[in-house]
């Protein structure tokens, strides 16, 4: 029999409101412990909350993008249970009237084809302060800063089938909120958070199988090899006979290792009940149509917008819409060299690596979109070549050529980069290279027609460093080829 | 001076016949010699009244007075106030210190009033007769072997026994109605929304609502034009302008429409309680009102649906007493579980105790649905007997309580005993009605309340039914013989 790997997520992911859900204090990440927590963050007696009608908005946004039910009714309701970094003793969320209901959002699998997701609701709740247990000698320190921010927990259907589809879907998720600008997304700060429900059952059962929660994944490696280790540690209890335990896990991405947190039977009852300090919250379709007005384009929509306006691949459409602010890059850089897919490539390519290398976001590329573009452009009207524009673009990361615009220009005119064209000075320099060359000429003129082309590239390597890399290989290629096969005859 | 009233007070105050400091002065004094009788305060906060009576005199020199800048008053001590022990008579917070005004004290605060202290009550407002207070019950300036009644028990006292001319209370169930029958002074239950919760702490949130206690309708005017308002920070406050509610005090009832339940004059009702009432509506007929029966059928319901929805609300109300922030703390807690059992074991007295469990148990998974759902229902029912009882009246009227006030320990062993005792004004909270209490008689030698239940903001024609009655008659002058 075959096992079926069944897995639906919760994600928590941080709106990026200035002030608290319900409170004014500030939601900047980084400040000294409890200077960002005010009376009623504190839960001091008395202190009522007051709903920040920006969440709201950020949360219909959402609801939107993913295609969902609009609650027009939504319930805060108490969360109750006991933890120090809880102040109220309860945690405000949503239970039976969520702000955002049923929608979607599809995924691209790896064979190409596209898998449809379902997403139960999204629901707006707060986060709970920091406990932190080092540093107190055997107390515990509490920090309630980041108690009260604002969080959209999203929550799939159980759709996914592998870690891959869930890496896939979470990714997705990502992207939409950061394209909204309803989320930082920034995961080592805990900004977009994965709870992952996994079960096995046999191939073509409808029965889902017992389920575990692995909670808190910030990362997608993490979420990734949480989920392999716990298909495979689920199939070998099954595999054994044994039955799996319904409980929360938590799992450590630094020594791979996950660990049981708490049992089913060791679960809080939660005595949701509506939240009497607040009112339910009412919108119309006016409000509604007013948030649509303000959607930016989605990645789905661009994607499909790259591959028409600019002719790219389904890959390339793909990899450069995911994010605004790549795909901002891409078509800044594509306008200033008009040639999409050179900017893709580079965009893809040289760029990529070298954020990566530095792990820096494309937000902080020390390269501009207008730089990149102007130094593609360069290679476009043929002057440089590719070579020297790596070499240009390694100047720029650099910071040489200063950052404004035409600094492209300015490297490629210091460092003597441009590209000879002159066919006069070129073929002067493949004769200088042919007369030195005896023997592989000898070697050339022996050789098959047909085995003459992978010869060539001695030659062309000699002459563009006669040309100090400036010739342009085209050309070269060219009349090497011509003066090479006019000796043959 | 002790004897005038808020009215009399802040005229005496206009026109120079003496100074807000005097005045304070006088009546700290009074308070600090006569409060060990009652046990009606519970902080009484000198030096800050003399601060603020000295900043109300410039303010009156200067010609920039309001009406109540420099009249003194007292505060429930559930009200936060900045630098000043807010206990909410309990344990839990004998030792905490408020950072923040709530939005009541700090619209006394701008008005010029006096705060001379803060006034006993039951232990987070939960009890019937001040006997769950921390610091001893407030006792009953009429009868001290008898209870002031609650949870606003030292308000109430602190009024009748003419230590304060007026004081702020708080009613979830009957709180400040029921406080002011049982001493014979006038409290007023606005529509809940009317004033803002913002700093008062917490009891049954969806039921909580402050209002004044003094001896007069007029002054329950005065008093309600400084608390009642919109307030951005309480999300159940109501935007909706308030009127002058000294305005229209003096309007004739010519016409007035009043109905009486015929569940609120029947079964176990004290009979000399029934004829001061009834006495009391012959009054009103006098004054030129009319009076229908009519029925609110379910009367007996509003006490078993109160004891689900106000204990489930405070169950989660009162999680944030915990021992880690503020507040009471258990010596050397051993670990977390410890420290929350202990400290909560040990600061919370036995009523407030009683209410966590029966509101845990009433929101538990199995349990909602039959308990906190059906309790929600009958609220619905209860809200709807109003709704068509106002159709045909303009004021309903009856018996604040079915008895006078009881002797101190006499009910604490029966809860449900206590709890019955709120039966005619619990039904108002569930509606989220304005109520009024004004004395009209005796029982027994001691005081008997009428109530009167108005529409949704219908405060300022309540204020002025009750006004006109104590145009009429004497019973909210009456003060007990030894004060």
């Keep these: 029999m075959e096992w079926e790997t069944v897995i639906g997520l919760e994600i928590h992911c941080q709106l990026a409101t200035d002030s608290k859900i319900f409170s004014g204090a500030s939601t900047a990440f980084g400040a000294e412990p409890n200077t960002q927590a005010c009376a009623v963050d504190l839960a001091l007696p008395g202190t009522l909350p007051v709903f920040n009608d920006n969440a709201l908005k950020m949360a219909v946004k959402f609801g939107l993008a993913i295609d969902a039910q609009i609650g027009k009714k939504s319930v805060f309701a108490r969360k109750n249970y006991f933890y120090p970094d809880l102040p109220k003793g309860y945690q405000t969320s949503q239970m039976d009237d969520p702000i955002v209901g049923i929608g979607h959002v599809d995924i691209q699998l790896k064979d190409g084809t596209t898998k449809r997701v379902g997403v139960t609701r999204a629901h707006l709740e707060e986060d709970a302060g920091k406990s932190l247990h080092e540093d107190y000698h055997g107390m515990t320190g509490i920090d309630l800063n980041r108690a009260g921010t604002p969080l959209l927990e999203i929550v799939s259907e159980p759709d996914m089938r592998s870690a891959e589809e869930a890496v896939a879907y979470a990714k997705k998720i990502h992207s939409i909120v950061t394209n909204l600008g309803i989320s930082d997304g920034d995961m080592s700060q805990g900004s977009f958070r994965c709870d992952v429900n996994v079960s096995l059952r046999y191939k073509g059962e409808e029965e889902f199988g017992t389920r575990t929660e692995t909670k808190n994944l910030n990362s997608f490696k993490f979420m990734e090899d949480a989920i392999k280790l716990e298909v495979e540690r689920q199939m070998d209890i099954l595999e054994d006979g044994g039955e799996i335990t319904q409980e929360t896990r938590l799992y450590n991405g630094d020594t791979k290792v996950a660990r049981s947190m708490r049992s089913k039977e060791e679960a809080n009852d939660y005595r949701y009940f509506p939240c009497p300090d607040l009112l339910p919250v009412m919108i119309d379709d006016d409000f509604i149509d007013a948030i649509r007005a303000t959607l930016p384009e989605l990645p789905d929509a661009r994607h499909q917008r790259f591959m028409e306006q600019y002719g790219l691949s389904d890959y390339d459409a793909g990899v450069l819409s995911g994010y605004s602010d790549t795909a901002a890059y891409f078509e800044t850089a594509t306008e200033q060299c008009d040639d999409a897919k050179l900017a893709a490539n580079w965009v893809m390519g040289e760029l990529s690596k070298h954020l990566n290398s530095n792990s820096l976001e494309i937000a902080d590329s020390p390269v501009s979109a207008e730089q990149l573009g102007q130094l593609l452009a360069r290679i476009k009207d043929d002057t440089i070549n590719g070579k020297a524009a790596k070499q240009v673009f390694e100047a720029l990361w650099k910071g040489e050529g200063g950052n404004g615009e035409g600094a492209a220009d300015a490297i490629i005119e210091a460092k003597g980069l441009k590209q000879v064209t002159d066919s006069g000075a070129i073929e002067a320099m493949i004769d200088e290279v042919i007369a030195a060359a005896t023997p592989q000429v000898e070697q050339y003129k022996a050789a098959e027609p047909e085995k003459r082309g992978k010869m060539l590239g001695f030659f062309m390597g000699k002459v563009m460093q006669a040309s100090k890399g400036t010739a342009n290989p085209g050309q070269v290629n060219k009349l090497l080829k011509t003066k090479l096969d006019a000796l043959c005859d | ?483």
Aim: aromatic share 8%.
């Design chain 2, 1 to 483: 001076m002790h004897n005038k009233t808020l009215a009399e007070l802040a005229q005496g105050l206009a026109n120079g016949a003496f100074s807000s400091v005097e005045l304070t002065q006088s009546l700290l004094d009074r308070i600090t010699t006569e409060d060990s009788r009652y046990n009606s305060f519970i902080s009484i906060t000198h030096a800050q009244a003399l601060a603020q009576a000295e900043a109300a005199d410039v303010r009156i020199k200067a010609g920039d007075a309001a009406p109540l800048t420099g009249v003194p008053i007292a505060h429930k001590d559930i009200f936060c106030t900045d630098g000043v022990r807010t206990s909410c008579g309990s344990k839990m917070l004998d030792n905490f210190i408020a950072p923040y005004n709530a939005t009541v004290i700090e619209a006394f605060n701008r008005a010029g009033a006096v705060n001379l202290g803060k006034t006993n009550m039951d232990e987070f407002a939960m009890g019937s007769s001040n006997e769950s207070s921390f610091y001893g019950p407030a006792l009953n300036p009429w009868d001290t072997d008898r209870v002031p009644g609650g949870s606003s028990g030292g308000s109430a006292a602190a009024v009748a026994a003419r230590l304060v001319p007026a004081a702020t209370g708080t009613d979830t169930g009957g709180s400040i109605r029921q406080p002011a029958a049982l001493t014979g002074i006038t409290g007023l239950k606005p529509t809940y929304g009317r004033v803002s919760r913002y700093g008062m702490i917490a009891f049954a949130s969806s039921l909580d609502q402050g209002g004044p206690m003094a001896r007069t309708a007029e002054d329950c005017a005065l008093m309600l034009n400084v608390m009642a308002g919109f307030d951005p920070k309480d999300s159940t406050s109501i935007e909706r302008d308030v009127p002058d509610y000294s305005a229209d005090l003096d309007k004739p009832l010519d016409g007035l429409k009043i109905g009486l339940p015929k569940e609120y004059f029947s079964g176990d009702i004290d009979p000399e309680i029934q004829s001061a009432v009834q006495d009391a509506i012959k009054q009103y007929e006098a004054l030129g009102a009319t009076v229908k029966e009519i029925s609110l059928p379910n009367t007996q319901l509003c006490i078993p649906a109160y004891y689900i929805i106000a204990p489930a609300e405070a169950s989660s109300n009162l999680s944030r007493f915990d021992g880690v922030r503020y507040g009471y703390r258990c010596e050397d807690p051993q670990d977390l579980e410890d420290l929350y059992k202990r400290t909560r074991g040990e600061g919370f007295g036995d009523e407030v105790k009683r209410r966590i469990m029966i509101g845990t148990y009433a929101l538990s998974a199995g349990y909602y649905d039959a308990y906190y759902l059906k309790a929600q229902r009958i609220r619905r029912l209860i809200q709807q007997d109003f709704v068509a009882a106002f159709n045909d009246v303009d004021v309903i009227m009856g018996p604040t309580t079915p008895h006078p006030a009881f002797k101190i320990g006499e009910k604490t062993n029966d809860p449900v005993a206590m709890y019955l005792e709120d039966i005619f004004t619990i039904s108002v909270n569930l509606a989220g009605l304005p109520g009024m209490s004004i004395p009209v008689g005796f029982a027994n030698g001691l005081p008997v309340g009428l109530q009167l239940i108005g529409k949704h903001f219908d405060e300022a024609r309540l204020l002025n039914i009750a006004h006109k009655f104590q145009q009429a008659t004497d019973w909210h002058t009456k003060a007990p013989s030894d004060v």
